[in-house]
């Protein structure tokens, strides 16, 4: 579909002008009796009427192209995309585990030069630091390439009653909820009544 389509869509073009001014004459309006108020539930329908109109043209000229952007995301990249990322998270599982089994080997390798050096050390005096920074180690490559591994602080939730209440986040939708099918007392929350208006 293109722009300059939707941009001639007659409908559309004759609900904007119609709504042009609406605005200002709302600001203008001045409701101070019982006729004026009959005007003034009129208005408040014509909106609602006018907004559901815009919402079904919307509709009918996105969703064509919403469509479109989800057939060629489905079909075209998300298949392969979703291919790559299983394929990373398996080569970074492989990676880590290696990583780890090597630092494992280096760590195995410091204790057992320590070892030695505290032995070497009773026999000779010399101090088993001086002796361990004389031995040779074997370096263990950590990197190939462009890869690096680093490490990141991340969290698990244990206890959600430990948790402090500053990192803890109100479930508005939940209390909307409550409130709209009769809850009226909770506890920190002020439930209160508000004017609103409704048209059909």
Partial sequence: MQTDTIAKDQELEKLQKQTASVLEKAKAFQLDSESQFGIAVEVLSWIATQK???????????????DHVTMINNTMFKPFTNILAEARTIMDEKIIAWNRKQEAERLAEEARIRK???????????????IIESAPVQAVQKTTGT???????????????????EYLMVDTTKISHAVRDGMRTIRGVKIYQIEVTSTR
């Fill in 116 to 130: 030695e050096a505290e032995k070497l050390s009773k026999k000779t005096g010399v101090a088993v630091q001086e």
């Fill in 52 to 66: 559901k109109k815009f919402e079904t043209i919307r509709i009918k000229l996105v969703k064509p192209l919403n």
């Fill in 147 to 165: 890869l690096t591994i680093t490490k990141r602080w991340t969290y698990e939730v244990e206890d959600p009653l430990m948790v402090p209440k």
